[in-house]
Structures are given as structure tokens and as C-alpha cells.
């Protein structure tokens, strides 16, 4: 964690400054040359990715976005509880929460109707669950994948009644792996009859 905000403040200080010479623990430059600068103003966003206490410090701290995925969401208290407290360590750094984006990482399963969605639940299910260490951990069925991992899954309005959710909590941008990939047929239905629920 020490080395992940110094590896931001560093990066930061080469997108910004004429000269960047930083000095941490685990990093040191000096005078490093780093020409063109970015297009971006101040620098590109900064994207942090977790739901850990010390990870939302870190991106109330420097994060242009908060990205959560599936297993930070997973472990620990519930979501709801790390939007509050994401939120309180903003406003510590002083920081608007408006201004933060917030991304949501999930898998994702839509098909026509309800029938489409069990046969292909019964091809997909089991599936392999946890952190890497505990793998032999499964999810058996589509109710337990919404439940632990917040899986998307169901018919076009299902799935849009689960992405609701997801915004009432704040986060307004999807990052999603459609689980019947390489087909296109989820991603093809998802375009054409979810997104527009939400234009």
C-alpha cells in the first residue's frame, strides 16, 4: 500500500512538474526528464481500484475515480458501509464526493426471457469463487452469484433493476465481463434493450 500511493505521487509530480525530482521510501528521482507532458490537465485520471480501509484512504486521497471489483466488494463489511466511509475520508481531505467518479466491475448475463436465462445458468454453473488462495470455494447457481459477487444476471429488465441499484449507491459508470463471451449475444441485447433504460 505504501509503495501504490508513492507510485501515484510520483507519477504525478513526472506529470506535472518541469523538473520532478521526488523523494519516498520506496522511490527517488531527481530531474527525471519526462517530455511531452500529458494532454490532460493536471494529468490523466487516476483510477484506484479496491474496498479495503486503507486502499479508500489512498483514493480519497488521490483518486479521480473509485473503482470496486468483485472481490473487494466481497470481503469485509457490506458495500453500503465503504460508500460511507469513501465519502468520509473525502470530505477529511477535503474533497467534494461529487467529484469523484465512482466505476462498479461485474459479470454480467442477459438473455430474451427467463427460460433463455436458466439453460444457459445450467451450462455456466458452478463456478470457480474466491481469492486465489481459496479457489475450491463455488458459486452453484445464479442467485448465489447475485448474491456474493453482485452478478447482473436475468432478462433485460432484470438486469436494469440491478444496475439501478448499483447507481442508488453512487456509482454511475459499468465495467463489464460478459459470462457467455465469446459470444456476442449478451453484449448485442445488453446495447440494444439496456442501455436504453437509463438514456
Given at each position: 500500500?505504501?509503495?501504490?500511493?508513492?507510485?501515484?505521487?510520483?507519477?504525478?509530480?513526472?506529470?506535472?512538474?518541469?523538473?520532478?525530482?521526488?523523494?519516498?521510501?520506496?522511490?527517488?528521482?531527481?530531474?527525471?526528464?519526462?517530455?511531452?507532458?500529458?494532454?490532460?490537465?493536471?494529468?490523466?485520471?487516476?483510477?484506484?481500484?479496491?474496498?479495503?480501509?486503507?486502499?479508500?484512504?489512498?483514493?480519497?486521497?488521490?483518486?479521480?475515480?473509485?473503482?470496486?471489483?468483485?472481490?473487494?466488494r466481497a470481503r469485509g463489511p457490506?458495500?453500503?458501509?465503504?460508500?460511507?466511509?469513501?465519502?468520509?475520508?473525502?470530505?477529511?481531505?477535503?474533497?467534494?464526493?461529487?467529484?469523484?467518479?465512482?466505476?462498479?466491475?461485474?459479470?454480467?448475463?442477459?438473455?430474451?426471457?427467463?427460460?433463455?436465462?436458466?439453460?444457459?445458468?445450467?451450462?455456466?454453473?458452478?463456478?470457480?469463487?474466491?481469492?486465489?488462495?481459496?479457489?475450491?470455494?463455488?458459486?452453484?447457481?445464479?442467485?448465489?452469484?447475485?448474491?456474493?459477487?453482485?452478478?447482473?444476471?436475468?432478462?433485460?429488465?432484470?438486469?436494469?433493476?440491478?444496475?439501478?441499484?448499483?447507481?442508488?449507491?453512487?456509482?454511475?459508470?459499468?465495467?463489464?465481463?460478459?459470462?457467455?463471451?465469446?459470444?456476442?449475444?449478451?453484449?448485442?441485447?445488453?446495447?440494444?434493450?439496456?442501455?436504453?433504460?437509463?438514456?
Amino acid at each position: 500500500m505504501e509503495m501504490l500511493e508513492e507510485g501515484i505521487e510520483l507519477m504525478k509530480t513526472m506529470f506535472t512538474e518541469p523538473e520532478p525530482t521526488y523523494e519516498g521510501e520506496h522511490y527517488r528521482i531527481e530531474d527525471a526528464y519526462n517530455e511531452p507532458k500529458p494532454v490532460q490537465d493536471p494529468h490523466p485520471p487516476i483510477v484506484v481500484g479496491g474496498a479495503g480501509p486503507t486502499l479508500l484512504r489512498i483514493a480519497a486521497r488521490h483518486a479521480d475515480e473509485w473503482n470496486v471489483e468483485i472481490s473487494s466488494r466481497a470481503r469485509g463489511p457490506p458495500i453500503e458501509f465503504k460508500v460511507e466511509k469513501f465519502d468520509e475520508y473525502l470530505e477529511e481531505e477535503g474533497r467534494d464526493p461529487d467529484e469523484v467518479d465512482r466505476s462498479w466491475l461485474a459479470h454480467v448475463l442477459v438473455r430474451e426471457d427467463q427460460e433463455t436465462v436458466d439453460e444457459y445458468c445450467d451450462e455456466i454453473f458452478p463456478l470457480p469463487w474466491g481469492e486465489e488462495s481459496d479457489m475450491d470455494e463455488q458459486l452453484s447457481n445464479a442467485e448465489e452469484a447475485r448474491e456474493k459477487g453482485d452478478f447482473l444476471i436475468g432478462t433485460p429488465a432484470d438486469v436494469a433493476e440491478q444496475i439501478e441499484a448499483i447507481r442508488e449507491l453512487g456509482f454511475d459508470k459499468l465495467q463489464l465481463m460478459f459470462l457467455d463471451f465469446p459470444e456476442t449475444r449478451g453484449m448485442e441485447l445488453f446495447g440494444d434493450e439496456v442501455i436504453p433504460q437509463f438514456d
